[in-house]
């Protein structure tokens, strides 16, 4: 990000939970308090009964698109148990630039517990590609095969990666 910002812009910015499977619960609460988030759920099956459920898909994982002194805020005066994560580089708090927040997102809205979700682990690089077909349409990440399928991953500042299930039709390389 950009040193020279100005601390009324908005940004993604990277936040953990003080406690453990309270992601959705924050959610909650900051979307009830007006505060634009996200956090990353998978789609499951519910053990009993039918349908589906929402799972967190990375533990005590929060993005939240404020100012900086907002952010600041939420914790010190709002008293919200939480924490901002650091860039390793600066040790400034972790931003993610809008485009790669947006595919992050989509690849969520259409990942299940199956087929996708939070990788733990970054891969070898691979051809970087967008996807040119299908709900995911646009995003741009890497491709990655994995048991004989093709996903595109989408990393944030290099430090958390969701993939979703792509058919190979659907990808462009990008040069």
Same mark, same amino acid.
């Given at each position: 990000? %950009?040193?020279?910002?100005?601390?009324?812009?908005? $940004?993604?910015?990277?936040?953990?939970?003080?406690?453990?499977?309270?992601? #959705? =619960?924050?959610? +909650?609460?900051?979307? *009830?308090?007006?505060?634009?988030?996200?956090?990353?759920? !998978?789609?499951?099956?519910?053990?009993?009964?039918?349908?589906?459920?929402?799972?967190?898909?990375?533990?005590? !994982?929060?993005?939240?698109?404020? +100012?900086?002194? %907002?952010?600041?805020?939420?914790?010190?005066?709002? $008293?919200?148990?939480?924490?901002?994560?650091? &860039?390793?580089?600066? $040790?400034?708090?972790? =931003?993610?630039?809008?485009?790669?927040? /947006? +595919?992050? =997102?989509? @690849?969520?809205?259409?990942?299940?517990?199956? *087929?996708?979700?939070?990788?733990?682990?970054?891969?070898?690089?691979? +051809?970087? @590609?967008?996807?040119? /077909?299908?709900?995911?349409?646009?995003?741009?990440?890497? #491709?990655?095969? &994995?048991?004989?399928? #093709?996903?595109?991953? @989408?990393? !944030?500042?290099?430090?958390?990666?969701?993939?979703?299930?792509?058919?190979?039709?659907?990808?462009?390389?990008?040069?």
């Amino acid at each position: 990000m %950009s040193s020279n910002s100005s601390p009324q812009q908005k $940004h993604w910015y990277v936040g953990r939970t003080r406690y453990f499977r309270k992601e #959705i =619960q924050m959610r +909650d609460l900051l979307t *009830e308090m007006g505060v634009e988030n996200f956090v990353p759920t !998978l789609k499951t099956r519910r053990t009993r009964g039918k349908g589906m459920a929402e799972k967190a898909a990375a533990p005590n !994982l929060v993005f939240v698109r404020t +100012d900086k002194v %907002s952010a600041c805020a939420l914790i010190t005066e709002r $008293h919200l148990p939480m924490e901002w994560m650091q &860039d390793c580089a600066t $040790h400034c708090m972790l =931003q993610v630039p809008d485009k790669q927040m /947006e +595919d992050f =997102q989509r @690849v969520f809205s259409v990942a299940t517990l199956e *087929e996708g979700g939070i990788l733990t682990e970054a891969f070898a690089p691979g +051809d970087a @590609v967008q996807v040119t /077909e299908g709900p995911l349409r646009g995003v741009e990440g890497n #491709i990655v095969e &994995d048991a004989g399928k #093709i996903y595109v991953v @989408v990393g !944030l500042a290099g430090s958390v990666f969701a993939r979703a299930m792509v058919p190979k039709a659907w990808l462009k390389i990008m040069r």
